[in-house]
């Protein structure tokens, strides 16, 4: 683009220029024709004699030459001091236009000159008896045109010179922002700790470097997530069948041992293999959720589920001799699977029965709001520590681990509750009390019956 530029610049002033000056010269050149032509009118007969003496009158015109003719093109009259043309036959195409009663004019820029020629027809009584014809040879406006020429190609030159600086300049900053990022991005791949990029400026590969940026802070999160996933389910897999394996080696390894211990060490085996099979049956649902392989929703009243699976965790409520109790109110609809409601009920209305000590209270509340079904479960527990909080939902966290493996807990249930919640559209959060205790708030989006269809 640059060099289109630069080549228009240095061709479309110089026409215009020469344009120019072939109108002017036209102009001049065919005013001092006419004034030799008025000259010589009112002569019936062009001779020699006669066009000497009406030219002599002619002041000086600037042309380089001028010739006069008669009807035949024979020259008559030559402005030039030798005046060698006298007496010979001229048949410049401006004098053969002129002879049949045309004005013409030509001018043609060559060998750094202008060279112009214009003629023009001398009548009698409306009858061609000669002609006159001028030449002008212009080195003068032609310098001026030189001039402007060499001046357009100086500038032209430094503007080249410039952009070729500043193309040089900018494309080693382009390309050393652009190897920067892809080396960052070539670490990525070869499975490299992830860098971080670090450009400055506001054009758009620093946008991209902060948008890649941002990418790896998402996914050195994720990775850390995950490590610590493994991790931890790895630990919560390894409890139990550690247990299982000790217990089982002291049933094998002592042959001694009474009949009321082997039931004892086997009833522990069972209750570590519950334990391993709620774990893998919560990774399991975590796994589904997380590949968004959720079932098809259904329209699901909430209110019987919540009945269903108060009754039963009631039994655990009543070792404990906790007053659990529930109020709701009827029309709860919300989009989901009735398995799905019924686990996200239970992890909650269990967790909260767990955590509460002996003699406290937990609270069911189901309400219908405009837009909302809201589900509050509280209870008149310990509370959760404020730096805690936020953490509750995270896969196998515990605010207090041994007291979590000690009752049977994956470390999962909060984060099954979370995840399920959000596939559906709803969100869910927890606070602590200003009478004490903790609760847990679920919203989802209200829906009508299924008879009548559509959201509220």
Excluded at 73 to 90: H, I, K, N, T, W
Excluded at 275 to 303: G, H, M, N, Y
Excluded at 307 to 316: D, N
Aim: charged fraction near 25%; hydrophobic fraction near 40%; proline fraction near 3%.
């Amino acid at each position: 683009m640059i060099l289109a530029v630069l080549l228009l610049m240095n061709t479309y002033p110089l026409l215009v220029s020469q344009s120019m000056v072939f109108r002017s010269k036209e102009t001049a050149m065919m005013n001092s024709v006419m004034i030799c032509v008025n000259a010589l009118a009112g002569i019936d007969t062009l001779t020699e004699e006669t066009v000497a003496s009406a030219m002599s009158v002619v002041q000086e015109t600037g042309l380089s030459r001028i010739l006069v003719t008669d009807d035949a093109g024979l020259v008559l009259y030559d402005s030039r001091e030798s005046a060698r043309a006298v007496g010979r036959m001229a048949a410049y195409s401006e004098l053969v236009l002129a002879l049949k009663g045309k004005d013409a004019f030509s001018s043609v820029y060559s060998n750094a000159a202008f060279q112009s020629r214009a003629a023009a027809p001398v009548t009698y009584r409306s009858q061609t008896i000669g002609a006159v014809y001028a030449y002008e040879y212009d080195s003068e406006q032609a310098v001026l045109l030189e001039n402007l020429r060499s001046t357009l190609f100086r500038i032209s030159v430094l503007i080249a010179c410039t952009v070729a600086i500043l193309s040089v300049l900018l494309s080693a900053m382009m390309t050393r922002k652009i190897r920067i990022l892809l080396s960052a991005i070539r670490s990525v791949k070869d499975g490299e700790n992830l860098r971080r990029v670090n450009l400055k400026g506001s054009d758009e590969i620093t946008h991209i470097a902060d948008a890649f940026n941002a990418m790896a802070d998402r996914l050195q999160v994720n990775e850390e997530v995950r490590r610590r996933f493994v991790s931890d389910a790895s630990h919560e897999l390894k409890t139990p069948l550690a247990a299982i394996r000790l217990l089982s080696d002291s049933i094998l390894q002592t042959e001694t041992i009474d009949p009321a211990t082997t039931r004892d060490f086997v009833a522990e085996i069972g209750q570590e293999a519950e334990r391993l099979s709620r774990v893998s049956e919560d990774l399991l649902r975590l796994t589904r959720l997380d590949a968004a392989a959720l079932p098809p929703a259904e329209t699901v009243d909430v209110l019987p589920l919540v009945e269903l699976v108060t009754g039963m965790v009631s039994y655990l409520a009543h070792e404990k001799e906790i007053d659990l109790t529930y109020e709701g109110q009827e029309g709860c609809f919300v989009s989901g699977t009735r398995d799905e409601l019924t686990q996200v009920l239970y992890n909650l209305i269990e967790n909260a029965v767990k955590y509460t000590p002996e003699g406290g209270n937990v609270q069911v509340l189901l309400k219908k709001e405009p837009q909302n079904v809201r589900l509050l479960v509280e209870d008149s527990g310990p509370g959760i520590p404020e730096q805690d909080l936020k953490r509750v939902f995270e896969r196998f966290y515990r605010v207090d681990k041994a007291r979590s493996r000690a009752q049977g807990g994956t470390g999962l249930g909060l984060s099954i509750v979370k995840d399920t919640v959000s596939r559906r559209g709803g969100s869910v959060w927890c606070e602590n009390r200003r009478e004490g205790g903790a609760r847990f708030t679920v919203l989802w989006p209200r829906l009508e019956t299924a008879e009548t269809g559509g959201a509220a």
